[in-house]
């Protein structure tokens, strides 16, 4: 079933979104936690880079690979992230969402 927004409701909805964030943006300001930087296309990340560049611990990792929360491939026996368009950017995006 497909649901059609006016306008007016459109926008109460990005207001309570903004409401909802702003203690989450005044908390991440006053930790000061850098913004993520870009990696290069095609970077393969380890889960000990990728949990400091989310800066959570590894194990918090691994969970997220067990509930499938965050993409990730597999070489040989090993876990890797794909890091530059849509890999793990999309996955902290995605993580921030939930």
């Known amino acids: 079933m497909k649901t059609q927004l006016e306008p007016q409701d459109i926008d109460a909805i990005a207001q309570r979104v903004v409401e909802l964030l702003k203690p989450y943006l005044l908390e991440r300001e006053e930790t000061k936690i850098t913004p993520i930087p870009p990696k290069p296309k095609g970077h ?31 070489i040989g026996r090993r876990v890797r992230f794909k890091s530059g368009r849509g890999g793990v950017r999309l996955a902290y995006v995605h993580l921030i969402q939930v």
């Open 44 to 74: 393969y990340m380890t889960v000990p880079q990728l949990a400091e560049y989310l800066q959570v611990r590894k194990g918090t990792i691994h969970n997220w690979i067990y509930q499938r929360k965050i993409p990730y491939s597999k």
